[in-house]
């Protein structure tokens, strides 16, 4: 059975900054933590015990280094990572303000990541392979994304689910209608849309989830996913839809509760779905399933500060009820 879960998109370090409600020019210190979406959704999947790997380049560096070990700590397959000395490893420091904004540094012009080409994305990493994950991060005019085009192209031959989480970072593009093209590319190549409230309108064009749904169904979607925080996940097919609440806990740190949504999920639906061409055959049931154990994934892990650092192990998950 195929039950692997690969990745395609960023690494980096993100830089956290010792104090939180000030401005970006009063941050005193910055501690590194890997981070990354699609780094983070495989290392959600990693920790509840399935298989994954991220491709990426990073540079030949100490970050870079630091990266490998960290994910290879939590289970990632970290076999197709390139290193490189062309570029180093990205990094970006972030603050944030007392209203919640927050302020992005990034440093990669270019990075490693971006540098990563198609020719690196070899057939064989998909062997084993239920699902491919990608973000927008990594998916501008650099050579990393034909890398992304390349992998999309080898799972949907293969039959394989293809997932998508624009998990859109506008100071990362020149405009937002560059951010905006991109993402719509890529949606007809993709199988699964993650959504958050605040990417609805700016992805799909509509303001209600159901019509947005309906015009990702349209381009060729077969499972959308809708996440509204702490109230609650949607998802819908174009057959039926399920919805589940959030947990009701003390959220410290909601870094990564994206990320750590999609692996979870996919955690999930590796069990109840074999391929791309089931997906709209799944039952409301399933789907709530689904829904259910990724919210109570997410709901331990914004417990915790960190990203990576806050996911539970699948022992974790049955030992706790809420
Ligand atoms: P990110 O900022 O990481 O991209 P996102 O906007 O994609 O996050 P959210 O909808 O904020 O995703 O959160 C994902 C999931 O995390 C939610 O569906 C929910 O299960 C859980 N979650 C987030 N915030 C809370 C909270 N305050 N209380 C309980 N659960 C939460
Ligand atoms: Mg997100």
Redo the contacts with the bound molecule.
Sequence with gaps: MNNILTAIGEALIDFIPDKSGCAFGDVTAFAPKVGG?PANVCAAFARLGGKSRLLTQLGDDPFGHKIIHELEAVGVDTGCISLTDKANTALAFVSLAENGDRTFSFYRKPSADMLYDAESVKEEYFDGVFALHFCSVDIGNFPMKQAHKRAIEIMRQRGGIVSF?P?LRFNLWESREALQSAVREFIPMSDIV?L????LEFVTGAKDISMGAHNLFGQGVKLVLY????K??YAFTRNTHAYAP????D?VD????????TGSFLWTLKYICSGREKLEEISTENLMECLEF??K???M??QKKGAIASYPTADEMQIINF
């Design positions: 979406a989480d998990n993650k958050s409230e605040d990417e996440t509204c925080g702490n609650g996940a959030s947990y009701k806990v959220a909601t870094t990564g509760a994206g990320d750590g949504f990724a919210n994934f997410c709901a892990s914004v």
